[in-house]
């Protein structure tokens, strides 16, 4: 079974605060993938990844950035955490296209809150 | 670019009711599809997906879904549904050949099964 795990559940961080949010599966995916998800607006790309120390902007990358090192480890970074950012945070991974598997597996999530 | 349209946000219905969740999408190449579901304080979880072949496809909890290009609809359905199925669904829609199976979701409908 492919495992997508998150570092935190829940998390309570102040305004101004660096904030990192830690991604790791175990499936040796290729791609790597961070949404936020808010109620009514469903899930929103932030940044994906589709290989070790590459990138891509999502739909909504402003006051995010991400980091991928290593090819299992994809991490979320709010530079300076803003009320706006309190959010449900979740991560997928899925294999590079052309393999076989289409569907992302998602971790089960990190709801942030920012205060 | 591609889009996903539910239209509904909010689904209440009655134990052993059948029900249908809609999804409409736009995209001007072939698409994969997919439904997810999210149980309260988890993660997104594959229910079905069609990729090719037969229209209509199956869950494995008696959920299915029929693709329908000329409508291009994607509407998840179930005869009798259980208070265990409470829980938001989201459409998703992945382009073929697309270099990432970078998903586009939908803005979720909340199934509400009351007793």
């Known amino acids: 079974d492919v495992k997508v795990t998150q570092s935190s559940r829940y998390l309570v961080k102040r305004t101004g605060e660096k904030v990192f949010l830690e991604c790791v599966q175990d499936m040796d995916h290729e791609n790597m993938f961070w949404y936020r998800q808010d109620p009514g607006l469903g899930l929103r790309l932030i940044y994906f990844s589709y290989d070790v120390k590459m990138k891509e902007k999502g739909d909504i990358p402003e006051g995010y950035s991400v980091s991928r090192e290593k090819k299992e480890r994809f991490s979320l970074i709010l530079e300076s955490a803003s009320t706006n950012q309190t959010s449900m945070y979740l991560c997928?991974?899925?294999?590079?296209?052309?393999?076989?598997?289409?569907?992302?597996?998602f971790g089960p999530g990190t709801r942030l809150t920012v205060t | 670019a591609q889009s996903v349209t539910q239209l509904d946000s909010q689904v209440p219905v009655f134990e052993e009711a059948p029900v249908e969740l809609r999804c409409n999408y736009s995209s001007s190449v072939s698409v994969y599809l997919f439904w997810y579901v999210q149980y309260p304080n988890q993660g997104l979880q594959l229910l079905l997906k069609y990729l090719s072949g037969s229209t209509l496809v199956e869950s494995i909890n008696g959920f299915e879904a029929e693709f329908n290009k000329s409508q291009t609809s994607f509407h998840l359905r179930k005869p009798s549904v259980h208070i265990s199925d409470t829980a938001e669904y989201f459409c998703?829609?992945?382009?073929?050949?697309?270099?990432?199976?970078?998903?586009?979701f939908g803005t979720g409908t909340l199934l509400a099964v009351q007793p």
């Open positions: 998703a829609v992945s382009k073929t050949g697309g270099a990432t199976n970078k998903l586009i």
């Open positions: 997928a991974s899925t294999e590079a296209p052309g393999q076989g598997l289409y569907e992302q597996y």
